[in-house]
């Protein structure tokens, strides 16, 4: 059977494009809804939750999902400090990506060796509530949308906040409130300042790594951290996350 001619097949490749087109533009502007959304209403799960969860009923056991929200004003100083001297120290500067980090990850990485990874809070925001595990071009695409949107149009506070209320901190324990009760037997607000380093210190393997048991090494990079909070300014920094201070 002979193939249509050219100009009948033109028609169908500008349909084709057009509805591609107008899909890209609903879900660009569906997903900058949502994240728009979620800057005043508390996500009550994450795309991660839902991964861990179902990676438990395929592997065995099921594992009950721990997580309870604590607002901005009732998480604590020492903590919020904490996980920025550990993950990101140019919260309060970048919008999104820290191109440094990412060159010298790739040099790192190029050399051999252990994977280093160079994601900002906002990036690690974008993955856990949105994406899934893995690694693709297609889900680094999606990542860096997200979170550029995160950064436009959400306050630091705001990215901060959702970060220590969805972070992983063990199997099935996601955010602050449970990671402090599971670990420490207390409420987030009542986490002295070591407390609070040793829960930032276990982030890059928190499936792996026990704040309430923690190795030498965990005790160390938990001391490393307390000494960067000192260095950055302590809750002075926090204020660089005020809008009303911007």
Request: proline share 6%.
């Amino acid at each position: 059977m002979p193939a249509p001619p050219a100009a009948d097949q033109a028609p169908m490749l500008r349909s084709l494009l057009h509805r591609l087109l107008k899909l890209l533009f609903w879900s660009a502007a569906l997903s900058a809804l949502l994240v728009l959304a979620l800057r005043w209403v508390a996500p009550p799960f994450t795309a991660l939750m839902i991964e861990r969860k179902v990676q438990s009923w395929v592997s065995g056991p099921s594992i009950d999902l721990e997580r309870q929200w604590r607002p901005w004003k009732e998480l604590p100083d020492d903590l919020k400090m904490a996980v920025i001297a550990a993950e990101d120290q140019k919260f309060a500067e970048h919008w999104g990506f820290d191109f440094a980090a990412i060159h010298a990850a790739l040099q790192h990485n190029q050399a051999g060796g252990s994977l280093r990874g160079a994601s900002t809070l906002s990036q690690q925001v974008a993955k856990n509530l949105f994406l899934w595990s893995g690694r693709s071009w297609l889900r680094k695409g999606l990542e860096a949308w997200f979170t550029a949107l995160i950064e436009l149009l959400w306050p630091k506070q705001r990215i901060l906040e959702v970060y220590l209320n969805s972070v992983e901190w063990g199997d099935g324990i996601f955010g602050a409130e449970a990671a402090a009760r599971q670990h420490f037997g207390r409420g987030a607000p009542y986490l002295s300042a070591r407390q609070a380093s040793l829960l930032a210190a276990v982030l890059p393997n928190p499936r792996s790594w026990n704040a309430s048991r923690p190795t030498r090494y965990i005790e160390r990079r938990a001391s490393w951290i307390r000494q960067q909070v000192r260095q950055l300014g302590g809750s002075d920094y926090l204020r660089r996350l005020d809008p009303a201070d911007g």
